[in-house]
């Protein structure tokens, strides 16, 4: 049975993938992510039922349009992997709960806006707000079993709000220092709706994982610069922070909990 369970989570774990893949692709333009049907973005012919099978129909491509032979991005497979080994992952730590369900939308969401960010420098209100919303409803039912605390929801909402302000005030203080933009209204939606869902111990872990990743990430891209073009791109570095706060969340629901138990150790 646990065997039979494993390769559902995997397969619902592809189709939703495939699926994301329409999102990250269409939301940031603002378009519907359910019509017209898939299509090739260069030739806009129709993407036919057996050219859509997750990753398989990529392989037998060899990654190309089967009309045009432009290119598909090696992001759909990768996303559809990622997608369903997260999946998986939610299966085996916490089973087919309401927990491990809901989890695993936390986790798809994640992915998507990960995705997305790193891509196009966007996260859309699409799923942000929704997930927000999610995991003041999930912080709900998780408290009280089957019964809605709305004590549960209320906190879950503030700490929602705490996330959101925590990026305004960042945002805030870069304007009046540098007196331009530093970080997007997207990523205070997204902090918003990581501490909606894991409340403010781990939410804490995510901000400052998200921070130590992004920092040694733009130090790398500007030593790369700078010994390729005398750092002439510099200056116009562009970091997704939106993507190292939800690979940080992600990490945070699984291994979130032994991170602080290890830390909070140092204390005792």
Same mark, same amino acid.
């Given at each position: 049975?646990?065997?039979? $369970?494993?390769? $559902?989570?995997? *397969? ?29 973005? +260069? ?6 039922? =057996? ?34 080994? #997260? =999946? ?15 989890? *695993? ?20 209100? *699409? ?38 302000? #925590? ?8 304007? /009046? +220092? ?5 970080? !997007? ?10 501490? &909606? ?10 901000? $400052?994982?998200? +921070? /130590?990743?992004?920092? /040694?990430? !733009? #130090?790398?891209?500007?030593? *790369? ?5 005398? %750092?002439?791109? /510099? %200056? ?11 690979? &940080? %969340?992600? $990490?945070? +629901?699984?291994? !979130? ?12």
């Amino acid at each position: 049975m646990g065997l039979l $369970f494993s390769i $559902f989570a995997v *397969a619902a774990g592809l189709v939703f993938g495939s699926f994301l893949n329409v999102c990250i692709s269409r939301l940031p333009r603002h378009e519907s992510v359910v019509r017209p049907r898939s299509h090739c973005p +260069v030739c806009e012919a129709p993407i036919r039922s =057996f050219d859509n099978i997750p990753i398989l129909s990529w392989l037998l491509l060899k990654g190309r349009c089967r009309s045009c032979g432009a290119r598909i991005p090696v992001r759909y497979p990768l996303i559809e992997l990622a997608s369903a080994a #997260l =999946f998986l992952l939610c299966w085996l730590e916490y089973g087919l709960t309401f927990e491990g369900v809901s989890v *695993a939308v936390l986790c798809w969401l994640l992915l998507g806006l990960a995705a997305t960010d790193a891509e196009t420098l966007l996260l859309p209100d *699409a799923l942000t707000l929704p997930g927000i919303v999610l995991g003041v409803v999930y912080s709900g039912f998780l408290d009280s079993g089957s019964a809605f605390s709305w004590r549960a929801a209320g906190w879950s909402l503030l700490w929602a709000g705490c996330g959101a302000a #925590l990026i305004l005030l960042i945002r805030g203080a870069y304007w /009046v +220092v540098r007196r331009k933009e530093g970080i !997007g209204l997207g990523d205070a939606k997204l902090l918003a709706m990581i501490a &909606a869902w894991l409340q403010p111990e781990k939410a804490a872990l995510v901000v $400052f994982l998200a +921070v /130590v990743g992004a920092a /040694v990430y !733009g #130090l790398a891209l500007m030593l *790369a610069s700078r010994l390729r073009r005398d %750092g002439e791109v /510099v %200056g116009r570095l562009r970091i997704p922070l939106g993507a190292f706060l939800s690979g &940080a %969340g992600i $990490f945070a +629901v699984f291994r !979130g909990g032994d991170v602080l138990i290890w830390y909070l150790g140092f204390f005792r």
